[in-house]
């Protein structure tokens, strides 16, 4: 009969044989699975692009330092988003995984809202204040033009500061996109007696920077109207009906 001390003896040694199969099993797992992350399964194939307008895919790839082969855990995709969005026109950037073999760069581009006349360039900025480009010339654009803005400008990539720049992006942002196609330039040199000019010359104005959407939907009633003369100035900057003056 054997020993108590043996038989507690042989558990014990059983015990051990059985953690450390236990162990070399979870051991072989592991590498099998780092082995399998490494493979080509995981190699990125595809690299897709959304809500890109101004921009084709190739071009925010490029920006992004992203390329085919890499393998997929391996690729940088916070640096990837720092990098797109250091440009001006990138006005949010999110990268994402697609696995297995996929990357998905989304990005909001800014929208051109006007130009900025400064010194003797002019300033493309967005509707949320950022300057885009510089422009040495109108070129072929058909942006309202701000004057009587702070002179100087920042460099592309940089917000425009200033309470006139400011005061002209309000009103244009309240306008429906057909009213803002129709505006030639927002002078701000007065801010309390900003005007605007369309493109059939007519002079709006607007006065200082309260009731700015209610003044909006004033001249979208007057413009209405469609009257047979052509109009000289209308003026909603006070309270009340606006004053109407054709051209004689």
């Given at each position: ?181 129709a505006v030639s330039e927002l002078n701000v040199t007065d801010l309390n007696n900003i005007r605007m000019y369309t493109m059939d010359k007519a002079e709006v104005r607007f006065g200082d920077t309260e009731r700015i959407p209610e003044k909006i939907n004033l001249y979208q009633e007057v413009i209405r109207q469609k009257y047979a003369n052509k109009i000289q100035y209308i003026d909603i900057s006070y309270k009340g009906s606006p004053v109407i003056k054709f051209?004689?």
């Open positions: 009969m054997p020993s108590l001390y043996s038989t507690s003896h042989s558990h014990k040694k059983s015990g051990r044989w059985h953690i450390i199969q236990s162990l070399f099993f979870i051991f072989i797992c592991c590498l099998a699975v780092f082995f399998f992350l490494q493979s080509s399964f995981f190699r990125v194939r595809e690299i897709t692009v959304r809500g890109n307008k101004g921009f084709n895919a190739a071009e925010v790839v490029s920006l992004s330092g992203l390329s085919d082969g890499v393998n997929i855990f391996k690729a940088n995709l916070k640096q990837a988003e720092s990098k797109v969005a250091m440009h001006p026109v990138i006005q949010s950037v999110q990268i994402v995984r697609d696995f297995p073999a996929a990357i998905i760069i989304e990005i909001k581009e800014r929208q051109q809202a006007a130009l900025v006349f400064s010194g003797d360039s002019f300033a493309v900025i967005s509707s949320d204040g950022y300057c885009l480009a510089k422009e040495s010339s109108l070129g072929r654009t058909n942006l309202p033009i701000i004057t009587g803005a702070e002179p100087g400008l920042p460099a592309p990539g940089q917000k425009v500061s200033g309470e006139k720049v400011s005061a002209a992006l309000d009103y244009l942002r309240a306008m429906p996109i057909n009213l803002r196609a051209v004689q």
